[in-house]
Each structure stands twice: as structure tokens, then as C-alpha cells.
């Protein structure tokens, strides 16, 4: 016998039609909502599925903002170094 099927919440339904293309789009922009949306499919789905897709949209979106503050960072000391604000 097969368990008995829980009955999605809309939670759930919403993970479950999230399209790829747009979690892997999370890691180019959209990264700060990327992690809103991957943190309340992990609290508030129910099933395993939908806390996975939370979790994959939570490490892209996550990757992404690592990439922004490195380029940031990168710009800032590219500014500094053009001002003469870095000399030996």
C-alpha cells in the first residue's frame, strides 16, 4: 500500500510549479528576492519536495550576492586605485 497523499497547501503548489529557468535566473539578478522566496518555501511547505526547491533557490540566490559583493568590492578598489588612494 502507498501512503496516503497529503493534500498540498498552496505553499507547496507554488514550489512545486516554480520553473528552473527562473531558480537558475536567481543566481544572475533577482537575488535578494531569490532568498525571500527560497526561505518561505522552506518554513512554510510541507512537503520534502517544496523544501528542496527552497533550499535550491536559497544556495543560487546566496551565490549570486556573494558574486555582487565581490564585483563591489572589486569596483570600490578599482575606484581607489584610479584616485590614488592606494599607493605604496
Request: proline share 6%.
Amino acid at each position: 500500500m502507498s501512503a496516503p497523499r497529503r493534500e498540498l497547501t498552496w505553499w507547496d503548489q507554488q514550489a512545486a510549479g516554480y520553473p528552473d529557468w527562473l531558480v537558475y535566473l536567481h543566481l544572475c539578478c533577482c537575488s535578494c528576492p531569490g532568498l525571500i522566496v527560497g526561505l518561505l518555501f522552506v518554513i512554510l511547505c510541507k512537503t520534502p519536495e517544496g523544501k528542496q526547491k527552497g533550499t535550491q533557490i536559497i544556495i543560487y540566490s546566496a551565490i549570486g550576492v556573494g558574486i555582487g559583493i565581490v564585483i563591489n568590492l572589486l569596483q570600490a578598489g578599482l575606484q581607489l586605485g584610479t584616485q590614488g588612494g592606494l599607493t605604496p
